[in-house]
Nanobody, 127 residues
Framework: QVQLVESGGDLVQPGGSLRLSCAASAGTLDRFTIGWFRQAPLKEREAVSCITTSDGSTDYQEALKDRFTISSDNAKNTVYLQMRNLKPEDTAVYYC????????????????????WGQGIQVTVSS
């Protein structure tokens, strides 16, 4: 059974930074593509970024690629999402997901490629 546990969410001021972590059960990063999604109040869940550690490939939502960086530490079975210059519109519940590489199209269909979800963690950007 795949388990994904997010951490690192917080209340941060605009312009600040946060690093989210997704701790996965052993072997998950070898078997699955890992993605980050987010869902703001009253909005659809959207794909943010993904990483396939077997080949090191990464993808980003176009509007976020200059501020967000995804990375992994396979020895720790953990994927990170470094977020910089945060804006109020980044406020959302952020979810870690494990699935197939089709997740990395990062469009509205990306959710269809997810096999497992984390429980989500709140990120609030506010002064």
């Amino acid at each position: 059974q795949v388990q994904l546990v997010e951490s690192g969410g917080d209340l941060v001021q605009p312009g600040g930074s946060l690093r989210l972590s997704c701790a996965a059960s052993a072997g998950t990063l070898d078997r699955f593509t890992i993605g980050w999604f987010r869902q703001a109040p009253l909005k659809e869940r959207e794909a943010v970024s993904c990483i396939t550690t077997s080949d090191g490939s990464t993808d980003y939502q176009e509007a976020l690629k200059d501020r967000f960086t995804i990375s992994s530490d396979n020895a720790k079975n953990t994927v990170y999402l470094q977020m910089r210059n945060l804006k109020p519109e980044d406020t959302a519940v952020y979810y870690c997901a494990a699935g197939t590489p089709e997740m990395c199209v990062l469009d509205v269909e990306a959710k269809m490629a997810v096999d497992y979800w984390g429980q989500g963690i709140q990120v609030t950007v506010s002064s």
